[in-house]
């Protein structure tokens, strides 16, 4: 294995990367080394590079949507094997002992660090990873047709669970995480409706060609009540909007990171 890598550097927010060589970094206690095969471009490395969000550890190599392969194991690390191919997320460490981590919440974690922005990430040739926030992945495939799975379909993924079991559910934000849940929509034979920015006729097809009933602008009423919206847009005055297609009893999942400020709403949009 060599002993220098390239890599990208966020030196300070509203600046362009830097490619830069460093030294590759050693796999310590409880971490694996990966060679990088592919890393995504999330919406949140942008806010990142951006200035959007606060106290970032600078300068950092973003990037944590990781596909690789393990090139060397720490110590205190068990169940991974040099060669295999591995996944890291957005959560990079969490303390494992507060009430949140002993409850299977681990991303709310007060000491939480997260990939590309408090650890250094996979815009680079090598990086480290805490071993326990490490998904093993098939051995085949394309690892950049992977990455986004390692975030935008987590998020998805995660903010459908939380809406419950709703059988009719608005997305807002047809872009990375919502082209993934709609294909779990669609396997689980649920009703989709997608909003899109007013006038973005592409992203409306592409909807509909992955089993949309329905797409339109946000500024457009969907034809039915929804039992659940998904915002996946960084938007917040998408969340009134959502709102008031819900069916009673519904549910909202901002499921961002970062959004505009939500504008004030009358109550009787929640009561009726």
Not at 148 to 171: N, Q, S, T, V
Request: hydrophobic share 45%; charged share 15%.
């Amino acid at each position: 294995m060599k002993s220098r890598m390239r890599a990208m550097i966020l030196d300070r927010p509203g600046t362009p990367l830097r490619p830069v060589e460093l030294p590759v970094p050693q796999a310590g206690s409880g971490s694996l080394l990966i060679e990088v095969e592919a890393c995504g471009v999330c919406r949140t490395d942008l806010h990142l590079i951006d200035g959007e969000l606060p106290n970032p550890v600078l300068p950092m190599i973003p990037g944590h949507e990781i596909v690789g392969r393990v090139a060397a194991i720490g110590d205190n690390v068990t169940g991974f094997q040099i060669g295999q191919r591995v996944g890291v997320p957005w959560l990079g460490w969490t303390c494992g002992k507060c009430h949140f981590c002993a409850s299977g919440r681990e991303n709310l974690c007060d000491q939480a660090r997260f990939t590309g922005y408090q650890i250094h990430g996979g815009y680079a040739e090598y990086t480290v990873a805490d071993a326990r926030y490490c998904f093993a992945l098939a051995a085949d495939g394309d690892a950049a047709l992977l990455a986004p799975l390692l975030c935008a379909g987590l998020i998805g993924y995660r903010a459908l669970r939380l809406a419950g079991e709703p059988r009719r559910i608005g997305i807002y934000g047809f872009g990375a995480a919502a082209h993934i849940v709609a294909q779990v929509l669609k396997f689980q034979g649920r009703e989709f409706h997608a909003f899109t920015r007013p006038g973005d006729t592409a992203s409306q097809e592409f909807a509909r060609g992955l089993g949309a009933a329905w797409a339109g602008g946000s500024d457009q009423t969907p034809p039915v009540r929804l039992d659940a919206a998904l915002i996946f847009a960084p938007a917040g005055t998408l969340v009134p909007a959502a709102l008031r297609h819900l069916e009673k009893g519904g549910c909202v999942v901002c499921a961002g990171i970062h959004m505009s400020d939500i504008p004030a709403f009358p109550y009787d949009i929640l009561w009726g």
